[in-house]
């Protein structure tokens, strides 16, 4: 079975704090994704990556940064954590960037708040 | 812009009934739409997908509806069961880059199903 793994269940963080957030998938998939889900939102997407140090821009990037710099590890990055970056946090990843339409697979969520 | 309208946003109905939700797209750049389950605490999971080259796809319970003229698709869940409550999102991305663009998910549905 895929497994992507998120670092933290729950964290606590105050504005203006650096925020990192991890992914780890174990199944040697290409592609990975960081997105925020709010109530009546749903899940948007940040930033996704398909390859180690490539990284692109999803619908919302903006206060955020991500790192690629091993295949199955994919961080997020908060440079100053602000109130409205209090949120669900999903990662997820996928096989391949060649085959036509893949499956996401997703951890389950890093809640994080922002006091 | 919300590029997947998906409706309704809340939905109770009685064990053994036919719950369906509907999404509508505007990007004609789109061809594959994946339906997203999600239980409470967890990561949201592949239910079932279709490519536009058909228009139902039946797996067990699950069945989707496509319309491509109209650009809408839709999802039934026959003989419903309390299991079953949850919430549904339906996504959608262009196929050809393999799954290595982000999902554009729908806002989601919160399902109830009455014993």
């Known amino acids: 079975d895929v497994k992507v793994t998120q670092s933290s269940r729950y964290l606590v963080k105050r504005t203006g704090e650096k925020v990192f957030l991890e992914c780890v998938q174990d199944?040697?998939?290409?592609?990975m994704f960081w997105y925020r889900q709010d109530p009546g939102l749903g899940l948007r997407l940040i930033y996704f990556?398909?390859?180690?140090?490539?990284?692109e821009k999803g619908d919302i990037p903006e206060g955020y940064s991500v790192s690629r710099e091993k295949k199955e590890r994919f961080s997020l990055i908060l440079e100053s954590a602000s109130t409205n970056q209090t949120s669900m946090y999903l990662c997820?990843?996928?096989?391949?960037?060649?085959?036509?339409?893949?499956?996401?697979?997703f951890g389950p969520g890093t809640r994080l708040l922002v006091l | 812009q919300q590029q997947v309208k998906q409706s309704p946003q809340s939905l109770i109905v009685q064990k053994g009934g036919i719950p369906i939700i509907n999404c509508a797209y505007e990007?004609?750049?789109?061809?594959?739409f994946p339906w997203y389950q999600q239980f409470p605490g967890k990561g949201p999971a592949l239910l079932i997908a279709?490519?536009?080259?058909?228009s139902e796809k039946k797996e067990g319970r699950f069945t989707i509806s496509f319309n491509k003229s109209a650009k809408q698709f839709s999802l039934h869940i026959m003989d419903s069961q309390p299991g079953d409550s949850a919430t549904y999102f339906c996504?959608?991305?262009?196929?050809?880059?393999?799954?290595?663009?982000?999902?554009?998910f729908g806002k989601g549905t919160h399902l109830i199903i009455q014993p």
């Open positions: 199944m040697d998939h290409e592609n």
């Open positions: 279709i490519r536009p080259d058909v």
């Open positions: 997820a990843s996928s096989r391949s960037r060649t085959g036509r339409g893949e499956t996401q697979y």
């Open positions: 990556s398909y390859d180690v140090k490539m990284k």
């Open positions: 996504a959608a991305t262009p196929a050809e880059r393999g799954g290595a663009d982000g999902l554009t």
């Open positions: 990007n004609t750049a789109f061809d594959y």
